[in-house]
């Protein structure tokens, strides 16, 4: 196994209490004794999930990448349906057609449900095995670079910008609103609002000291555009609807466009999703087959890259204002900054 | 359209010669003088309107100056001179776009002056016991004595913000007079003194729209009009947005005989349309220039040697052609709309309020490193571009935030909106925007007019309430209601959808062998500033991870390329003019 410190390759005789002996530094994980990755294929994940080092990302995007990349063993599964395989073969070749057909029927059975464990619907990993994991591996080789913490969380949080007067006079010409106050982190701490120049709250107040001051400011702009950002779960279907329905939001502002994931776009993601909640009702944005499928299961948006998720969101603001170029929404009228007029016009 | 240069000290004359004749573009008349102890050396285009007819002589007084004021007068260096004997206060009003030297014989005393938004150069050095000064670099590289050493912090700064700002150039040695300064070279010390300070003066007179609609329709078109020196013809730089729309309207307005030129990129054009829609609504006649990157291919090397300095917006290769046709045109000056998102806010300042607002919430960035990635160039990705040995030379930290300092935090203003216009005007405005069309159409032997870039109209500007400037979202409010009613509708209130240079298209279309020479490992290997590895996947067209607008593979590739091409130039081959016809 390799160290991901000092790049020795050593056999697990070599390796006294779990430490490497090149640099006699500790692994977080020693596979001989029951865990399922090894520190390089961790490392390995953190790599997939931070683009190298250039993005940064929250520690629920490393648990998808590591129920990606964490081994099935559908050895495990499939074993049982050889040996009756191979005992049908031999019955066979005996001429004991009956005897090999049952034993054929039964490794087909056990196939079957090897297959289907294979495509499992749901997240393969228990989150509580990923989160030993994860406090083992900060244990050992520290906080990795890029993973996204609230100042407020840390130890010595960083002081509040004083604004000067004016800035909450301001507008934005487009909001991204997102149905859990994580996926607002993401495009934050990635500088998203800035690189896009747009405003990021989440449905349920994030970021917390900013949140009144940005939905304010949002109010000045009646040619807002807002996009919804959002897990395929019933909450996160809702959101474009509630959006564009509720007062204290943009009802009668704006447009909402839903950019967020659907049931529709869920099964490239088979395996990972997550046990649906209480069984979901159409209606409120969310039509009956979609009711159908978010019954039994939920997708996170974290179950994406978070390269992946900037870039698609790019993609799906971009779109929608290039296709709304040459119509009056991408026009501003003296009305739309509250003119009075000015007696020129 | 004109240049100055000279000295103080004892040099051979025949280097003042060679100083003229590095920008032989600039005009075909020439004037000099040497007297005991410095030299003055001029060159303009005869017959021009509002030019110095050459240098100014008064007894002991010299004056060199190059340019025109606004409003005009019929000898510049003459009034510069009648204007700063009393003292400083007579430059109090003064405004233009001119760059001069009085050589006052009897005190022995030089002083240089530049004009209030640096739109004209000035470069000095000094060099064994000689201080010479001149309009443009490749001028001192006529030295012979000066040699071209480059100076890796000014490189740094290129980097960040793609032109090089403060008082630094790339050349170590070669410092730059700031605009809105002069500066008095006596008894073998330099002494700098600004004499014009912009800041925020809130008039709560214009807390009334009506009222600060009037005041900055009124100083517009006094802007446009002293900038009229009496041309018969004039061109005007229009691309359909508001600023130069507005500059169309009050030029129209003012009687003047105005020709337009556009850019046409084809089906990438954004505001195609809309320019024809002004020119027409305006009855103007419209030229529109196609430009497409292998337009750019035979005079990148050329457009490169007469921008004179590394600038790395990829809009200076379609300004270059846009300065060929209007000079085909038969034209000697051309005004644009620059300056328009500077004082009254445009698009580009709108993710700084985001930025501000969600400053530190998962550390501390301060509004200086905001505005300093807002160049969107290469700051924060230094590790992985910059060699080692790069980055032991780029001095210390904190160079490129001392530049901001006086405008995002301080006296200058109290309002956000405000310090963030104060910074652009003084760096983007002044020291990039300004500048890189000047050389562009002095390149072409045309006269740059800005209107906009005004002393009274900043002034005005600076007086209303920032409020009126971004409105809700509404950028340049009070400027589009100033010709509400006189544009087209379509040109007054669209939103930006941002400028339409398609620099990816061209890096890896049509430009991609040069940009292969110029940023190829044999290259990159040689120069020994850059890593390949970052920008092999540049040149293959991949951003980086966290990037999500596809135009920065271009910015970036043209900025490199840009900085590459110029070292050869100026480094390398000591500011002569390249061979013509070489493209990379």
């Keep these: ?345 | 359209m004109s240049g100055i240069c000279g000295w103080v000290g004892d040099a051979d004359p025949a280097i003042l010669d060679a100083m003229l004749e590095a920008i032989d573009y600039r005009g075909d008349s020439v004037d000099k003088v040497n007297v005991p102890g410095a030299a003055l050396g001029y060159r303009w285009w005869s017959g021009r309107p509002g030019k110095s007819p050459g240098i100014h002589r008064q007894g002991a007084q010299l004056v060199a100056c190059a340019g025109t004021f606004a409003p005009p007068v019929a000898s510049p260096a003459a009034e510069l001179i009648a204007r700063l004997q009393p003292g400083p206060e007579g430059l109090d009003s003064l405004d233009g776009a001119f760059a001069a030297a009085w050589w006052d014989g009897e005190k022995r005393r030089l002083t240089l002056i530049r004009d209030p938004f640096g739109v004209r150069s000035l470069y000095y050095t000094q060099q064994g016991g000689v201080f010479y000064f001149a309009s443009e670099l490749k001028q001192l590289l006529a030295v012979p004595d000066i040699s071209a050493e480059l100076d890796h912090a000014a490189i740094h700064k290129y980097l960040t913000f793609s032109f090089v700002p403060g008082e630094d150039t790339p050349l170590k040695g070669i410092r730059r007079l700031l605009p809105r300064r002069y500066a008095v070279w006596a008894a073998g010390r330099l002494e700098v003194t600004q004499y014009f300070e912009l800041r925020e003066s809130l008039d709560e007179r214009y807390a009334d729209r009506r009222a600060a609609v009037q005041l900055i329709r009124r100083r517009c078109i006094e802007a446009v009009e002293k900038r009229l020196n009496g041309e018969e013809k004039i061109g005007l730089f229009l691309s359909g947005g508001l600023d130069s729309s507005a500059v169309a309207l009050w030029l129209k307005d003012a009687g003047a005989n105005v020709s337009a030129f556009s850019l046409d990129f084809g089906d990438k054009s954004l505001e195609k349309d809309r320019a024809r829609e002004v020119a027409g609504a305006l009855a103007i006649p419209l030229q529109f220039v196609r430009v497409g990157g292998e337009a750019l291919l035979p005079i990148f090397q050329d457009l490169v040697w007469r921008l004179d300095l590394p600038f790395g917006d990829p809009v200076t290769g379609p300004q270059y052609l846009l300065g060929r046709a209007a000079r085909a045109a038969g034209l000697g000056c051309i005004f644009n709309g620059e300056g328009g998102d500077q004082l009254f806010g445009g698009w580009t300042q709108k993710p700084m309020i985001g930025a501000e607002l969600y400053a530190n919430l998962y550390g501390e960035e301060s509004r200086e490193e905001l505005y300093l990635r807002s160049y969107r160039r290469f700051y924060g990705s230094e590790d992985e571009l910059y060699t080692p040995e790069f980055h032991a030379r780029i001095g210390p930290a904190g160079q490129r935030r001392a530049l901001l300092l006086p405008y995002l935090h301080g006296e200058k203003a109290s309002t956000f909106l405000h310090r963030v216009r104060l910074a652009d005007l003084a760096l983007k405005g002044c020291q990039n925007i300004l500048p890189r069309a000047e050389r562009m159409a002095n390149g072409w032997g045309l006269d740059i007019r800005a209107p906009l870039f005004d002393r009274r109209l900043a002034e005005a500007a600076f007086a209303l309430p920032p409020q009126l400037k971004l409105r809700g979202a509404v950028e340049k409010f009070v400027l589009k209601l100033a010709v509400r009613g006189r544009l087209p509708k379509e040109v007054v209130w669209r939103k930006k959808l941002g400028m339409g240079v398609p620099i990816t298209d061209w890096t890896l279309g049509p430009l991609a062998p040069l940009m292969n020479e110029l940023l190829g490992k044999a290259s990159l290997e040689r120069r020994g500033l850059f890593r390949n590895e970052y920008v092999a996947a540049l040149l293959q067209g991949h951003n980086t991870p966290g990037e999500t607008r596809r135009r920065r593979v271009g910015e970036r590739l043209w900025a490199l390329a840009m900085l590459e091409a110029w070292m050869r130039i100026f480094v390398d081959g000591g500011g002569k003019r390249p061979a013509r016809g070489s493209g990379g």
């Design chain 1, 1 to 345: 196994m390799k160290c991901i410190r000092c790049g020795v390759d050593s056999k697990y005789k070599e390796r006294a209490n779990r430490t490497c002996p090149g640099c006699h530094k500790l692994f977080a994980f020693e596979p001989q004794l029951g865990d399922r990755l090894t520190d390089v294929a961790f490392q390995k994940a953190i790599d997939a999930v931070s683009a190298k080092g250039q993005v940064r990302w929250g520690v629920e995007h490393l648990y998808y990448e590591v129920a990606r990349r964490f081994p099935r063993r559908i050895w495990l599964a499939v074993l049982p349906a050889v040996v009756p395989g191979v005992f049908g073969l031999v019955l066979l070749l005996g001429k004991s057609y009956k005897m090999a057909a049952v034993a054929l029927v039964i490794s087909a059975i056990l196939g079957v449900l090897a297959w289907q464990r294979k495509t499992a619907r749901n997240v393969s990993v228990p989150l509580a095995d990923f989160n030993r994991m994860w406090s083992t591996w900060r244990t050992v080789h520290g906080e990795p670079n890029g993973l996204i913490v609230r100042a407020s969380e840390r130890g010595t949080p960083t002081p509040r910008r004083s604004f000067d007067s004016d800035i909450a006079d301001y507008s934005f010409d487009r909001a991204v609103i997102c149905d859990r106050a994580r996926t607002a982190d993401l495009l934050i701490a990635n500088n998203f609002h800035f690189e896009n120049n747009c405003a990021v709250l989440s449905m349920d107040g994030y970021p917390e000291p900013l949140f009144d001051t940005v939905r304010s400011m949002l109010k000045r702009n009646p040619k807002l555009r807002v996009f919804a950002l959002h897990d395929s779960s019933a909450r996160g279907c809702r959101l474009a609807h509630r959006l564009t329905h509720e007062k204290e939001w943009f009802a009668g502002q704006g447009e909402v466009t839903d950019v967020g994931l659907r049931p529709s776009q869920a099964d490239v993601f088979r395996g990972l999703f997550l046990a649906a909640g209480p069984a979901v009702v159409g209606g409120g944005g969310i039509s009956a087959l979609e009711a159908r499928w978010l019954s039994q299961n939920t997708l996170e948006l974290a179950a994406l890259r978070p390269e992946q998720i900037l870039k698609r969101l790019y993609a799906a603001m971009n779109r929608k204002e290039h296709e709304d170029f040459d119509d009056d929404s991408f026009r501003y009228e003296a009305s739309d900054a509250d003119d009075a007029g000015d007696g020129f016009g």
